[in-house]
């Protein structure tokens, strides 16, 4: 039988985004309709999903609040007990510690792991996040200061870090 994922949208200007849970927490975030370039069955085959707005709308509320630059961390929980490998969750484990309004480089991420061969190896990890903005890999930069790459695009990458930059020192 299937695991249910529950899902909702919401719309936070220019996107709508699609969000899934497990019965333990966030396991997604993506954009509603972006199914050609990040197919949450891509991240997780074999799941019945139901919308569930009830179930969802922590999530929601406080993603609206981080873009409202009300919400600097987190405090739901989040479920990548099946993303991935051992050290992929690590990886972003690691990157869920990257402070509000502050950018590090892969290379960086990969030298506070003692198993990580190599930044590019870090990379690929974090390229793979199935939970964007919450588990905040926006905040990984190249070590030349370039932004890289990005699930939602570079300029969206760029966007959640000069929004971080904004209000790092409001409301703080």
């Known amino acids: 039988m299937a695991e249910v994922f529950y899902y909702d949208y919401v719309t936070i200007e220019p996107w709508t985004y699609f969000l899934t849970a497990s019965e333990f927490g966030l396991t997604y975030v993506g954009l509603k309709g972006d199914e ?30 981080y873009f409202a630059g009300t919400r600097k961390e987190f405090d739901v929980p989040i479920d990548i007990s099946e993303f991935g490998t051992e050290f992929q969750r690590r990886v972003l484990q690691t990157v869920q510690r990257i402070p509000y309004g502050m950018t590090i480089s892969y290379g960086d991420v990969a030298t506070s792991l003692p198993d990580a061969k190599s930044a590019r190896s870090v990379e690929h990890a974090v390229a793979l996040n199935p939970v964007l903005i919450f588990i905040p890999d926006h905040r990984v930069v ?31």
Do not use: C, D, W
């Open 36 to 65: 050609t370039v990040s197919p949450i069955f891509s991240f997780y085959p074999h799941r019945m999903l139901v919308r569930n707005p009830k179930r969802l709308a922590s999530y929601v509320q406080q993603l609206k609040e």
């Open 142 to 172: 190249l070590s030349n200061s370039k932004v890289g790459t990005y699930r939602l695009g570079q300029k969206e990458k760029i966007r959640l870090i000069k929004l971080e930059k904004r209000h790092l020192h409001v409301n703080s």
